[in-house]
T-cell receptor
Framework: DVKVTQSSRYLVKRTGEKVFLECVQD?????MFWYRQDPGLGLRLIYF???????EKGDIPEGYSVSREKKERFSLILESASTNQTSMYLC?????????????FGPGTRLTVT | EDKVVQSPLSLVVHEGDTVTLNCSYE??????LLWYKQEKKAPTFLFML????IEKKSGRLSSILDKKELFSILNITATQTGDSAIYLC?????????????FGQGTRLTINP
């Protein structure tokens, strides 16, 4: 079974703090993704990566950065957390783009910024 | 701008009813359409559709894609309380050689006993 794990299920941070969200997958997938999920807006893509040290901006990258130093690990960084970044964050991984296959999701991290 | 719209946004039915969830899309470089089920945790994969008119079926769930009219439906027959969840529709697109999913807002389905 594919497993995607995220470092925390719940996280509470203060405005201005630097926040790291970690994601690890165990299926040797090339592609990894970070989404945020907000009521009424669905899942929106923040950043994605299709190889180690590669990163691409998604639809809402402002206020975020990412790091992919190893194939199995994809980190999302909030440089200076703000209250409008309170959300559910979901990580996903998938096979490379030349193959059909679904994205596998982690359990999510519910981040609250106060 | 790529867009995926689901309807209804919320649906409440009684156990045993049949429901149809809708997903329409306007995207460039369509590759596939996916349905996911999300309970209180990670979305879990249901179906991937790439060709028009071919029904995919899994137990009481089925789905079909119409690439001419740009929509898909997800049917659930003989609903059970365990079907209560948010159902997500996503379209996979290819942009600058990379694939990504564009999600709809989701349909929150509640099955009452």
């Amino acid at each position: 079974d594919v497993k995607v794990t995220q470092s925390s299920r719940y996280l509470v941070k203060r405005t201005g703090e630097k926040v790291f969200l970690e994601c690890v997958q165990d299926m040797d997938h090339e592609n990894m993704f970070w989404y945020r999920q907000d009521p009424g807006l669905g899942l929106r893509l923040i950043y994605f990566s299709y190889d180690v040290k590669m990163k691409e901006k998604g639809d809402i990258p402002e206020g975020y950065s990412v790091s992919r130093e190893k194939k199995e690990r994809f980190s999302l960084i909030l440089e200076s957390a703000s209250t409008n970044q309170t959300s559910m964050y979901l990580c996903a991984s998938s096979l490379p783009r030349y193959l059909y296959g679904e994205q596998y999701f982690g359990p999510g991290t519910r981040l609250t910024v106060t | 701008e790529d867009k995926v719209v689901q309807s209804p946004l919320s649906l409440v039915v009684h156990e045993g009813d049949t429901v149809t969830l809708n997903c329409s899309y306007e995207v460039t470089n369509f590759r596939s359409l996916l349905w996911y089920k999300q309970e209180k945790k990670a979305p879990t994969f249901l179906f991937m559709l790439t060709s028009s008119g071919i029904e995919k079926k899994s137990g009481r769930l089925s789905s079909i894609l119409d690439k001419k009219e740009l929509f898909s439906i997800l049917n659930i027959t003989a609903t059970q309380t365990g079907d209560s969840a948010i159902y997500l529709c996503a379209v996979e697109v290819i942009i600058q050689g990379a694939q990504k999913l564009v999600f709809g807002q989701g349909t929150r389905l509640t099955i009452n006993p």
